[in-house]
């Protein structure tokens, strides 16, 4: 069935270094991915998408592109600030719309001053 | 963006007994919610799709006749644990999805069942 692998966390940065969190996929057809980001006490918030190969998503600084050739869909952003402290989700939606989603297990971000 | 609520926050119940939660879209109607049960460190499962007027879809090994969930209305959907056992204590939470604004479901800040 259809399955996505995180990096495992914590992950800890200072502010400002560069971030990475791997997220690999395996999928029968042509999912949509996603991340989603649940900052603490909150419910998780769709952080950006991308719904074909070569897509690339990005918002709030982050991005990520749909590498099909390498199942990948990697979150990379330049600086990290303090308050990007959180857990992020990779997913990727089996009824291509966003719909139904499988979940990778989610990577806590800590990142000091 | 939309706001889903859902109540309890948190909830301690005895061995047996059966808890409700409710998930609420509060400023749109969700044709269809779902409701995930998140482990520690682990990701969140899905457990089943719930449509408004029509019964819910399970995932594989999900029992339907433990976790009854109910959408009786576009903005409310109820999960309710029947004779809940300590190994049912988890997070449970829920998302709503319009279908209008495609790929986006908004998701509930969780309720935490702790059975004794």
């Known amino acids: 069935g259809n399955s996505v692998t995180q990096m495992e966390g914590p992950v800890t940065l200072s502010e400002e270094a560069f971030l990475t969190i791997n997220c690999t996929y395996t999928a029968t057809g042509y999912p949509s991915l996603f991340w989603y980001v649940q900052y603490p006490g909150e419910g998780l918030q769709l952080l950006l998408k991308a719904t074909k190969a070569d897509d690339k998503g990005s918002n709030k600084g982050f991005e990520a592109t749909y590498r099909k050739e390498t199942t990948s869909f990697h979150l990379e952003k330049g600086s990290v600030q303090v308050s990007d402290s959180a857990v992020y989700f990779c997913?990727?939606?089996?009824?291509?719309?966003?719909?139904?989603?499988?979940f990778g297990q989610g990577t806590e971000l800590s990142v000091k001053p | 963006g939309a706001v889903v609520s859902q109540h309890p926050s948190r909830v301690i119940c005895k061995s047996g007994t059966s808890v409700k939660i409710e998930c609420r879209s509060l400023d749109f109607q969700a044709t269809t919610m779902f409701w995930y049960r998140q482990f520690p460190k682990q990701s969140l499962m899905l457990m089943a799709t719930s449509n408004e007027g029509s019964k819910a879809t399970y995932e594989q090994g999900v029992e339907k006749d433990k976790f009854l969930i109910n959408h009786a209305s576009l903005t409310l959907s109820t999960l309710t644990v029947t004779s809940a056992h300590p190994e049912d204590s988890s997070f449970y939470i829920c998302?709503?999805?319009?279908?209008?604004?495609?790929?986006?479901?908004?998701f509930g800040p969780g309720t935490r069942l702790t059975v004794t």
């Open positions: 998302s709503a999805y319009s279908g209008i604004d495609s790929y986006e479901q908004y």
């Open positions: 997913a990727l939606s089996e009824d291509n719309q966003g719909g139904k989603l499988i």
